[in-house]
């Protein structure tokens, strides 16, 4: 019972740990207008800022991984509590441009050490379906809590609340978290070989791990480029922004919860290519449609991206176990660090189509609308590429023994 009981308080910790991070990520969203007319900053500057978020994560997950079986998950995540709310008070007092890019970023390490510390935890503490399942199901919190903290953003930024309370509000499952694995014992490697570095690394070097990497570059900008960017793309569409950032994230939580079937159906190497192909309408959708439509791109577009992240972790735990929780924390990390590369190039994308579709004459809420259909029209790359390479995947790997990445429950 004991251990039954520690064994659930580290599982739910970890999940207020991944809420922590989305709440982050929604609420910072749903500021982002906030801070831009506060502090006179440029869409691009707010890509820069953006990007702290994204390139703290990849930093301080693999640094996690290399030292998860000598510094351990549980000081892994004291390092995330204090990250964390550094990051939070500081955001709050930053003052200007300079000041959020180093609050940002001490939230983007607290990101980083929860993902470095909970996917291999999970999956020391669970195995076979068992593991697939409860990985997903701690997935499942990060648009859960994007879903909550968008819902709540939108709510308090309609009251007139200021963006400063609505930062102090991620402090809420911090401190849950961090109350959660207090004095708790933490799971042992399960895969015999996973703490030699020397393993890790030659299994990292092995074909599909390589290609793996690449995909994940590619999955995470097409999940997080849209959503990240969501206030200020969609603003003049006709349609709420946080609302379809709510419905978008909420079909994914609940797409995760019963990701099982799905994939025990169809298979990772199916459902990412499914995905993709999805991914690709949705975002095009976006890029055409105003008004009602853009619920119905949302949803198509959530059902996407909704296996993308759990799913390619999922991969590297059974296709590529020796290559343990730094295998799990570089594939997370080049995911967030080419999202915190493309931050200001979307930024970028948008004062630059702002500038031309003004010479052209349009202004207003014209030109914020061309600007942003600009924008994601240019972001339907990305999945397109997945496209090919994810029918590369499905040949590649249709052994159904290696196919399974996800079981029934």
């Given at each position: 019972m004991t251990a039954s009981l520690n064994k659930n308080a580290l599982f739910y910790g970890s999940c207020f740990a991944l809420i922590t991070t989305a709440f982050s990520f929604s609420i910072r969203a749903g500021i982002l207008p906030q801070l831009g007319e506060e502090f006179g900053l440029s869409a691009e500057q707010l890509g820069f800022i953006n990007s702290m978020w994204f390139l703290g994560m990849p930093i301080s997950m693999i640094i996690g991984g290399l030292v998860y079986h000598t510094f351990g998950p549980r000081n892994i995540m004291t390092v995330a509590f204090v990250a964390h709310t550094l990051g939070i008070i500081l955001t709050i007092y930053a003052g200007g441009y300079t000041g959020l890019l180093i609050s940002t970023l001490f939230i983007g390490f607290g990101n980083g050490c929860t993902e470095a510390a909970c996917n291999p935890m999970i999956a020391d503490m669970y195995s076979g379906v068992r593991m697939n399942k409860m990985l997903n199901r701690f997935h499942m919190w990060f648009p859960g809590g994007i879903f909550l903290g968008s819902l709540i953003s939108k709510f308090m930024t309609d009251l007139d609340f200021s963006w400063e309370t609505q930062m102090w509000l991620i402090m809420a499952p911090t401190v849950i978290y961090a109350f959660l694995f207090f004095g708790k014992t933490f799971p042992e490697p399960q895969v015999e070989g996973a703490s030699s570095l020397k393993e890790n690394f030659k299994a990292m070097l092995s074909p599909l791990y390589i290609f793996l990497f690449v995909c994940m570059a590619l999955t995470a900008i097409t999940e997080f480029g849209p959503n990240q960017w969501v206030t200020i793309i969609l603003n003049s569409s006709g349609a709420e922004p946080m609302i379809i950032l709510a419905l978008t994230?909420?079909?994914?939580?609940?797409?995760?919860?019963?990701?099982?079937?799905?994939?025990?159906?169809?298979?990772?190497?199916?459902?990412?290519?499914?995905?993709?192909?999805?991914?690709?309408?949705?975002?095009?959708?976006?890029?055409?449609?105003?008004?009602?439509?853009?619920?119905?791109?949302?949803?198509?577009?959530?059902?996407?991206?909704?296996?993308?992240?759990?799913?390619?972790?999922?991969?590297?735990?059974?296709?590529?176990?020796?290559?343990?929780?730094?295998?799990?924390?570089?594939?997370?990390?080049?995911?967030?660090?080419?999202?915190?590369?493309?931050?200001?190039?979307?930024?970028?994308?948008?004062?630059?189509?702002?500038?031309?579709?003004?010479?052209?004459?349009?202004?207003?809420?014209?030109?914020?609308?061309?600007?942003?259909?600009?924008?994601?029209?240019?972001?339907?790359?990305?999945?397109?590429?997945?496209?090919?390479?994810?029918?590369?995947?499905?040949?590649?790997?249709?052994?159904?023994?290696?196919?399974?990445g996800i079981s029934e429950d």
């Open positions: 994230t909420g079909l994914m939580a609940v797409g995760r919860y019963f990701a099982g079937p799905v994939v025990g159906k169809l298979g990772q190497t199916g459902v990412l290519l499914i995905s993709a192909v999805l991914a690709t309408i949705g975002i095009y959708m976006f890029s055409t449609v105003t008004g009602p439509m853009a619920y119905i791109a949302a949803v198509i577009f959530a059902i996407g991206i909704c296996y993308f992240w759990p799913v390619m972790v999922g991969a590297v735990a059974q296709r590529v176990p020796l290559s343990s929780a730094l295998g799990m924390s570089v594939i997370g990390g080049v995911g967030m660090f080419s999202t915190a590369i493309f931050q200001p190039i979307i930024g970028s994308w948008i004062d630059n189509s702002m500038e031309e579709n003004a010479a052209e004459g349009l202004s207003g809420t014209a030109l914020e609308l061309a600007a942003g259909q600009d924008t994601l029209e240019k972001m339907v790359m990305f999945p397109v590429i997945l496209i090919v390479l994810f029918t590369i995947l499905y040949f590649w790997q249709r052994d159904p023994k290696k196919g399974k």
